[in-house]
């Protein structure tokens, strides 16, 4: 059975930095992409960033380009969401989803991920 789990999430002042976690277990390929996702309240669940299954190709939001970094550690079979000089504004919840197929859909589609963990919330205030 397909596990994905997020950890990681917390409070944190504005500026502050947290660093999340994604591990997936129990796929039947080693070969995967991730998706790091949020939704705050009353909004509708965007696109943070994307990492491809090699780690070779990321891809980030406007908003978070610059504090964000994705990376991926393929022997222990997680992916990192490194979030510095956090906003309020980013207050969310934050999922990571799994991508086994590959068709060229754009990375912002939420309905080409194929497994999806259930959150980690963060909150940036102070």
């Known amino acids: 059975q397909v596990q994905v789990v997020e950890s990681g999430g917390g409070l944190v002042q504005p500026g502050g930095s947290l660093r999340l976690s994604c591990a997936a277990s129990?796929?039947?390929?080693?070969?995967?992409?991730i998706g790091w996702f949020r939704q705050a309240p009353g909004k509708e669940r965007e696109g943070v960033s994307y990492?491809?299954?090699?780690?070779?190709?990321?891809y980030y939001t406007d908003s978070v380009k610059g504090r964000f970094t994705i990376s991926r550690d393929n022997a222990k079979n997680t992916v990192y969401l490194q979030m510095n000089s956090l906003k309020p504004e980013d207050t969310a919840v934050y999922y990571c989803?799994?991508?086994?197929?590959?068709?060229?859909?754009?990375?912002?589609?939420?309905?080409?991920?194929?497994?999806w963990g259930q959150g980690t919330q963060v909150t940036v205030s102070s």
């Open positions: 990492i491809s299954g090699g780690g070779s190709a990321t």
């Open positions: 989803a799994v991508r086994t197929r590959f068709s060229g859909t754009n990375w912002l589609v939420t309905r080409s991920y194929d497994y």
């Open positions: 129990g796929l039947r390929t080693t070969y995967y992409a």
